[in-house]
Structures are given as C-alpha cells and as structure tokens.
C-alpha cells in the first residue's frame, strides 16, 4: 500500500468569461485518485472537511479505490485554490487557506503506526507549507524513513512561501527520500537556478536514489547514481496541464509496484529506468488533453508495465 499525505481542496478554474468552475484537486489529493485508478493499493492521509465540498472530496477518493480511513475530518471549511489557465494550459494559482481544512492536520491526528502493508509514503507540494500539516509530515517522514520507501514532490508554490522555514523543511526532508520527483521550475526555485542536472547531482550526494525531472512537452529526465536518461513525451494536444505533475509522480510509483520494487534501497537498470518514465510520460499526457485533473485508468495506458 502507498499513503499519500497532504492536501484535498478545490481548484476554482476560469471558464474565460468571467465565470469559475470549482474542480476537486490538490496534488496529494490528484495523486492518490491517480495511484487508485491505476490499480494500486493507496490510502490518503490528510484533513478533510465535513461541509459539502469536503464530502465531495472524500467521495471521490473512495469512487476511485482509495482509503480514507488515515484521513481526519472537521469542520473547517474546504481549502480552496483559484487557478488562472494561460494560453498554453499552464495553470498559476491563487490560494484561500486561512482557518480552511487542510492546514489542520496535527500529530495527534497520525496513527501511531502504519499499517504493515504501507510500502510507501508520497508527500510534498501545500504539505510542507502549510502549518500545522507541514510540521506534522516531517514528523512521520522522520520517523519512517529508511523503513519504507518516501517520494517526495516539492511541486513549489513561490506565491504562497513567506518564510524561511518552507526552504528549511525541504532541506530537511530531501536527503530522508528514496525519490525526489521535481519539475525545472521547482529545481530552479530550491538550487538558484543551477540547473536541473546539477541540481540532481546535488541531491543524489545526499543520499536520494532516484531523481526525476519533468520538462513539460519535452518529456522527462532520470538520474541514479550511475545513470542519466532522458525520454521524450507523447505529443498531444493540450488542454491543460492541471495534475499531469500529479500523475507523472503516481504514475512512477505505479510502475514501481507493479514490478516489486517499492523498496527504500531502490535501484534500477537503464530498460528499468527509461520504461518507468516513458510509463509516467503516457500518464501525464492523458491527463493534458483533458480538463483539470482528471487521471487515466490503468485499462488506458500501454502494457509498460508488468
């Protein structure tokens, strides 16, 4: 079982004429809907709210084959995100978190142990920045790490970071992950503009075993600490690009469990390494002809995996 910790909210998108759709999302919440309908056993691990949109939330994640029975609830309001989709389908957004639901994840409301089963733990993006939830993350990522695999997904949020603490906790929790799955923007956002490459060496002296870089429309990029493999993406015409970070990121870990090898001393061969992001590549360009955050099912993705 894979458990995903972090936010559920919903994403209010514009409809280009002044109007707003409220869409469920969140990339914890994105990811374990995603792990789910790609078969794989997930729980998710977070606060949810009892009003309407948190039902919503709630009842979606079971719909899809995910467990919610790590997850708390209460009775502040659904976390909200408005999202402004450009020309080309990338999505900026704007959060309403204050006194909202998934801040409000505390230790006292994590198990005092995983179950048995839990292989796996997926954590990052308003996880790591929004208190109380963050400190609570890095708490259970402290105390489980080397015992089961930890992926982690900055999926940075510069418009919402407004202290040092943020950068401090992903220092912190970067070299205690097996997997670091970033995009170029969050690499550039952590490491100053470095460089993805160099970034990824960075990481991989600390003690990461697998760092994944997505590079949009130009695919994907890989590195172990003896390979550096790039793939190309599938070409599709985008509607937008909402979860398709999410997806890439469940899609690996996917793959991962299908071939046994959800393991903190992961390591992988160079077919391994370039089936896996060719694998998590398909996932996300399905989700980008789509709108919102809308993950494909297992039925609708090559064999790549077995």
């Given at each position: ?42 729980a998710f691990l977070g606060r949810l709210s009892t009003d309407a949109l948190g039902r919503e939330l709630a009842d ?27 020309g080309d389908g990338l999505a900026e957004y704007q959060f309403v978190v204050e006194g909202t639901s998934a801040p ?71 070299p205690l992950s097996t997997i670091v799955k970033a995009s170029v923007a969050d690499l550039d956002w952590l490491y ?115």
């Amino acid at each position: 079982m894979i458990v995903v910790c972090g936010e559920a909210l919903i994403d209010l998108i514009d409809n280009g004429d002044g109007t707003q759709r409220p869409t469920p999302g969140g990339g914890p919440f994105n990811t374990a809907r995603a792990l789910a309908r790609l078969g794989v056993p997930t729980a998710f691990l977070g606060r949810l709210s009892t009003d309407a949109l948190g039902r919503e939330l709630a009842d979606l994640l079971v719909a899809d084959g995910a467990s919610i029975s790590l997850a708390s609830c209460g009775p502040e309001p659904t976390t909200i995100a408005v999202a402004a989709v450009d020309g080309d389908g990338l999505a900026e957004y704007q959060f309403v978190v204050e006194g909202t639901s998934a801040p409000n994840l505390t230790s006292s409301m994590l198990p005092e142990s995983l179950p048995e089963e839990v292989d796996s733990i997926h954590l990052g993006s308003l996880g790591l920045a929004l208190e109380p939830m963050a400190s609570t993350l890095v708490e259970l990522v402290g105390r489980e790490s080397g015992r089961r695999l930890v992926m982690l997904d900055p999926n940075v949020r510069p418009g919402l970071i407004s202290d040092h603490e943020y950068r401090d906790r992903l220092e912190a929790v970067i070299p205690l992950s097996t997997i670091v799955k970033a995009s170029v923007a969050d690499l550039d956002w952590l490491y100053g503009g470095l460089g993805y490459e160099v970034a990824a060496e960075r990481m991989l002296d600390g003690g990461v075993r697998l760092v994944l870089v997505t590079l949009g429309a130009e695919g994907a990029f890989g590195a172990t600490a003896d390979l550096r493999i790039r793939v190309q993406a599938p070409r599709v015409e985008v509607v937008d690009t909402i979860g398709a970070g999410d997806v890439f990121g469940a899609a690996v870990l996917a793959r991962l469990y299908e071939s046994d090898r959800l393991r903190p001393e992961l390591k992988l061969d160079a077919d391994e390494l370039r089936t896996l992001l060719g694998f998590a590549c398909e996932a996300a360009a399905i989700v980008c002809k789509r709108v919102g955050a809308e993950p494909p099912w297992r039925s609708e993705l090559g064999a790549g995996a077995g």
